[in-house]
């Protein structure tokens, strides 16, 4: 007896639509999470809590700088 060979499923349109946005949505989660961890990291919910609620770009590298014992001029950080 021949064996047959398996036949081949082809995806619709839909579901292949379907699987590109599931793609998209869990490589965005991911990089949501890395985000998150790189800023912790970095102490910017500190910066930001110890700023009184609210801290600009330039604040934030002038605060690093400092708890780093560099040169904390907004020139410096540029």
Same mark, same amino acid.
């Given at each position: 007896?021949?064996?047959?060979? #398996? $036949? &081949? +499923? +082809?995806? &619709? ?13 869990? $490589?965005?989660?991911?990089? &949501?999470?890395?985000?998150?961890? $790189? ?5 910017? #919910? ?8 609210? +801290? &600009? $770009?330039?604040?934030? +590298? ?17």
């Amino acid at each position: 007896m021949a064996t047959q060979a #398996p $036949s &081949t +499923v +082809v995806p &619709t349109e839909a579901e292949l639509l379907q699987a590109q946005a599931d793609l998209w949505r869990h $490589s965005l989660y991911y990089l &949501t999470s890395m985000a998150l961890r $790189s800023a912790i990291q970095l102490g910017i #919910p500190m910066a930001i809590d110890r700023n009184g609620g609210s +801290v &600009t $770009s330039l604040d934030y +590298v002038a605060a690093r700088q400092r708890a780093l014992g560099g040169d904390a001029s907004p020139a410096a950080a540029a």
